[in-house]
Each structure stands twice: as C-alpha cells, then as structure tokens.
C-alpha cells in the first residue's frame, strides 16, 4: 500500500504527494518568499521543534530572547560567535522561522516583521498572508524521506521552468530527468550523485537521494541504486488545491 500525504503551501495550496508505503515521510519543511519594492524576506514553517533542531545541527545556536506578538511565542536564537539568528514564531503545530545575518535583530525589527503577516495554524500547514504591499514571490514544499533523500516540489508557477524541453524517461505518473552535472560533494557515479528533476502533469519537483555517508535519524540497510531509482519511480506529486 502506499504513502500519501498533504502539506499545506504558505499560499494555503495544498501538495499531495504520492510515494512508497516504506520508508515513512520523516519531516518535511515550506519555504516563502516575500516581497515589495523595499523589502524582501524568506520564512520557513517546519514541524515544533524546526528551530531547535536547526540550532543543533545547521547553525549552532542558542536562545537568547523570547517575547509575545499577537499570542504566539517568539524565540531569537543567535549564533555561537553573537552573529547570524534565528526567529521563531510558534503556533500550535508549526513554526514559522526566518534567518538574519549579522548581529540579530532588536525586538521592535522582529515586531514589526511579524506584524506584516497574518497565520493561520492547521495540521495540513501554516498558511501565511502577507499584508499591505507585500507579494508572494515563490513557494514550494521540500519532504524528507530517511533512507531516500528529499523531494522539493516548488509551486507550479515557479517550477515549470525547471522541466527540460524534451523527453525524459517514463515513471508510473510521469517522466523524469537526470542532470548532465553530478553533485559536487558526492563520489563515484552512483545513482545519489546526481539530481533528478521528476514531472507529471500537476507538478514538478527536485529528488536528491542521500549521501551514503550522511546520519540518518532510523537505521536502515543500505539501499541499492535500484532501490533508489524504484522509489523515484513511484512518485507522484501535485497540487490540489
């Protein structure tokens, strides 16, 4: 039996992703871009907990400042050198987190970046509206599936782009492609040391199998190149609503 699962885009879009009953959906994250003729800024919404496992493991990270703005809690986590944050407005399933460089922002600057939006907490995801003269410029959804990598799917009006002009190889819903270039950081020429850029007829999307040397959180045997291509057949992402 397979997967299916539903994760709601800060657009309030919502991405049905298709794929293999094993190995389960591990995490999962949506990205936004925010723009104006003076501003820009990019949020992330993660599960509880997104910020902290960020301060553990991408940029070191302690909190150093928690306040209140519109009855959320807010946490400024900063950097290990006292440069570079993290802010996190909590909600009751997600987080919402955006990263400063530099020293950290003051708390009337984070104020006022929240203020320019509006959230609306679900299970499905966090639906984020901006305010006044401020546009949606990209959106996409990005899944972690431990064992067999990551699949982003931006929405359709930013991703098309992203599909070659000529024929890919048959998958079960669509077609695939792989880069002409490998991953700069993987040996060898296995099947993870390339990008593959997956189509069906209501989304595109990115698959990067994992790096063989990375941790993953569940143990798991390793996977074969076949397994990995197998699994990549199978999916089948799309935006429903």
Request: no cysteine; net charge negative.
């Amino acid at each position: 039996m397979a997967q299916e699962v539903f994760l709601r885009a800060s657009s309030g879009t919502v991405l049905a992703l298709g794929l293999p009953d094993e190995p389960r959906v591990s995490s999962y994250t949506t990205v936004a871009r925010f723009v104006s003729k003076e501003f820009a800024r990019g949020l992330q919404v993660g599960p509880l907990g997104f910020q902290q496992a960020g301060n553990e493991s991408l940029m070191p990270a302690r909190i150093t400042d928690r306040f209140v703005v519109d009855g959320r809690e807010v946490r400024v986590a900063t950097g290990e050198q006292g440069v570079n944050a993290s802010v996190a407005l909590i909600d009751r399933y997600h987080e919402v987190v955006t990263i400063y460089g530099g020293p950290p922002p003051r708390r009337e600057e984070v104020i006022s970046l929240f203020e320019q939006f509006s959230f609306e907490d679900s299970p499905e995801g966090m639906t984020i509206l901006p305010r006044g003269d401020l546009a949606l410029a990209s959106e996409g959804v990005a899944v972690y599936v431990d064992g067999r990598g990551t699949v982003t799917v931006p929405s359709n009006a930013n991703g098309w782009e992203m599909r070659p002009p000529f024929k890919g190889t048959p998958t079960r819903y669509g077609e695939v492609w792989r880069s002409e270039g490998q991953l700069p950081d993987r040996e060898g020429r296995g099947a993870n040391t390339f990008v593959y850029i997956l189509g069906t007829t209501q989304a595109i999307a990115e698959v990067i199998f994992p790096d063989t040397s990375e941790y993953h959180e569940t143990p798991h045997p390793r996977v074969t190149d076949e397994e990995l291509l197998d699994w990549l057949y199978e999916l089948n992402p799309r935006w429903e609503r």
